[in-house]
């Protein structure tokens, strides 16, 4: 876990690294930039914490995890913490106690941090003007956007912009490029390869160390491209219709990456099994990606029952090609967005595909939380555990893939010895070893 050091006689923090040596008893240790925010500190200028990533705790409860992707999707932007402890179902006092008991801080001054934060990096890497930063950074105006950096940075965005370094702008010949910070031992090669194994045609592909895919964002499409970037980050090009809530795209693009998840103490103990422990000591970086959207992770899960990633992959490209949005002049191998939900229904599918993936996509528009590996009413216990282990769930374990069977064959490895919070962390390492068999 990532602490940041606040020193005291000067009101600032510092990430781990940073030149500057206090003296230790003028010193408070923080293990989020917000909550150091809160007490009243502001980012230092030399080593610019609000560059690195800031995962959560890993010891947070699972609520705790799941209330944070939703702050990470935008429902703080417009809402309330009132509305989000109801989406939990629990009081907005709980909510908050639970935050600062775990996180150190409340959603609201989490949510504030990550904007802002969001909003440095646009200041340095991009020539967008502030306008537009503040809108990309899920701000409701330019007045909240100018109060809250004075806050958090003690300084407006224009005088930020001014002071970014000649090497922090990012040139590109098209496209809008970012870093995309990542927790330290962060392994994209191997993140990269699970990914291309499962990529859809049409949809996304991994060319060399390039991993792109199309997205749909309010109903137009758009295209990232992730490749390796420099210590503690990848790049990320994005080429979107427009900028206005570029944070939610970003987010979700790191989710799907799993850059911000913290799996040290899951690496740790999952080392010390004697039948696990080889898998993860050879690819400790490898992180838990997830699906693009709800909608993409029950489309998988469903029509993957049974197949092997390769045709799991291949017969979604073929829904893809025959239902999906042609998009000429992409890059690659890219040629349609991912079909809306109404047309997955239309596919070459069975009767009873067709009534799962209707009964999920009608549960994610009315976004009821498909991310807990728990029995749905017209789903089986290892096409629950698929979703919600696409969906980032941790305890998620799912038995039905059938590359994670087939190492679980070749290795005799008992998933009933597996620690519950370690679980999709375990299956990701075996999944791994099971594509290569």
Same mark, same amino acid.
């Given at each position: ?31 989020? /930039? %917000? ?15 609000? $560059? ?52 150190? %801080?409340?959603p609201d001054q989490l949510a504030r941090s990550r904007r ?26 330019? $007045? ?16 930020? $912009? ?38 859809v045609p049409g949809v996304e592909e991994v060319d060399g ?79 838990? /990606? ?22 799991? %992959? ?7 090609t025959r239902l999906g949005t042609r998009v000429p002049g992409?890059? &690659? &191998?890219?040629?349609?967005?991912? /079909?809306?939900? %109404? ?8 009767? =009873? =595909? ?84």
């Amino acid at each position: 876990m990532t602490t940041y050091s606040a020193v005291v006689t000067t009101g600032i923090y510092c990430r781990p690294g940073c030149g500057a040596k206090p003296l230790a008893r003028n010193t408070r240790t923080y293990e989020h /930039p %917000a909550v150091a925010e809160a007490a009243g500190f502001r980012a230092c200028l030399r080593c610019r914490p609000y $560059r690195v990533a800031a995962p959560i705790a890993a010891g947070a409860p699972e609520v705790v995890c799941r209330a944070w992707q939703l702050i990470i999707d935008g429902v703080l932007d417009d809402g309330t913490e009132a509305a989000l402890a109801a989406r939990m179902g629990m009081s907005p006092r709980h909510l908050r106690r639970l935050f600062v008991q775990h996180l150190g %801080a409340t959603p609201d001054q989490l949510a504030r941090s990550r904007r802002a934060h969001f909003a440095r990096r646009l200041l340095d890497d991009t020539d967008l003007t502030v306008l537009d930063v503040a809108f990309a950074s899920g701000f409701g105006s330019l $007045r909240q956007f100018n109060r809250i950096m004075r806050e958090v940075f003690h300084a407006s965005p224009t005088d930020l $912009r001014d002071r970014r370094r000649r090497a922090d702008r990012l040139v590109a010949d098209g496209g809008l490029v970012l870093r995309l910070p990542f927790v330290p031992g962060y392994d994209w090669a191997a993140v990269r390869d699970f990914l291309g194994v499962r990529a859809v045609p049409g949809v996304e592909e991994v060319d060399g160390d390039t991993y792109r895919r199309t997205i749909t964002v309010e109903g137009a499409p758009g295209v990232l491209e992730v490749s390796p970037g420099g210590d503690g980050h990848l790049l990320l090009r994005a080429h979107l219709p427009y900028w206005e809530g570029l944070i939610h795209v970003v987010g979700q693009a790191g989710r799907m990456l799993g850059v911000d998840t913290d799996h040290t103490a899951g690496v740790a103990a999952l080392s010390a099994d004697p039948v696990l422990g080889p898998l993860v000591r050879a690819r400790p970086g490898l992180a838990v /990606p997830t699906a693009w959207s709800a909608l993409e992770a029950a489309v998988r899960a469903v029509l993957g029952r049974g197949r092997t990633p390769r045709e799991a %992959a291949d017969r979604l490209g073929a829904i893809v090609t025959r239902l999906g949005t042609r998009v000429p002049g992409l890059p &690659g &191998g890219l040629t349609h967005t991912f /079909p809306e939900a %109404a047309a997955i229904t239309q596919a070459d599918v069975t009767e =009873e =595909e067709a009534a799962l993936i209707g009964a999920l996509t009608a549960d994610v528009g009315r976004g009821h939380g498909l991310d807990a590996p728990t029995p749905l009413p017209y789903a089986d216990h290892d096409l629950s555990h698929d979703l919600a282990f696409r969906l980032g769930n941790r305890e998620a374990f799912p038995l039905g893939d059938a590359s994670l069977r087939a190492a679980l064959a070749d290795l005799g490895f008992d998933p009933a010895t597996c620690e519950k919070r370690w679980r999709s962390l375990a299956a990701i390492h075996l999944m791994a070893h099971g594509d290569a068999l």
